[in-house]
């Protein structure tokens, strides 16, 4: 089955770190291009950053931009999300989604499922003290 999985949400407070981890089972991502997005309650589900295939193209949100550092292994078929100086404007669920050309859709824009190939099921992510 192919799937991918993120994890490392949790509740954080203010100022404080997180790392957000994407990995795939059943397929190698090292083709795929990976965006992260994140959904908060009541609002759109929002694209905050990507890396294309072999790491060489990052991009970001203006949101996120200089505290959000994305990152591959595909060693491990893993992506991930460091998260740093969070804030309450953070707290949303987070996607990850691969992208089968190659291509970083809908950055700093609302994404449509069918922007990508395949979705995780996403991981809270709380700011509060």
């Known amino acids: 089955q192919l799937q991918l999985v993120e994890s490392g949400g949790g509740l954080v407070q203010p100022g404080g770190p997180l790392r957000l981890s994407c990995a795939a089972s059943?397929?190698?991502?090292?083709?795929?291009?990976i965006g992260w997005f994140r959904q908060a309650p009541g609002k759109e589900r929002w694209g905050i950053s990507c890396?294309?295939?072999?790491?060489?193209?990052?991009y970001y949100s203006d949101s996120v931009q200089g505290r959000f550092t994305i990152s591959r292994d595909n060693a491990k078929n893993t992506v991930y999300l460091q998260m740093n100086d969070l804030t309450p404007e953070d707290t949303a669920v987070y996607y990850c989604?691969?992208?089968?050309?190659?291509?970083?859709?809908?950055?700093?824009?609302?994404?449509?499922?069918?922007?990508?190939?395949?979705w995780g099921q996403g991981t809270q992510v709380t700011v509060s003290s």
């Open positions: 890396i294309t295939s072999s790491g060489g193209r990052t």
């Open positions: 059943g397929f190698t991502l090292d083709y795929y291009a």
């Open positions: 989604a691969a992208e089968s050309t190659n291509v970083c859709r809908a950055i700093d824009a609302t994404v449509r499922n069918d922007e990508y190939d395949y």
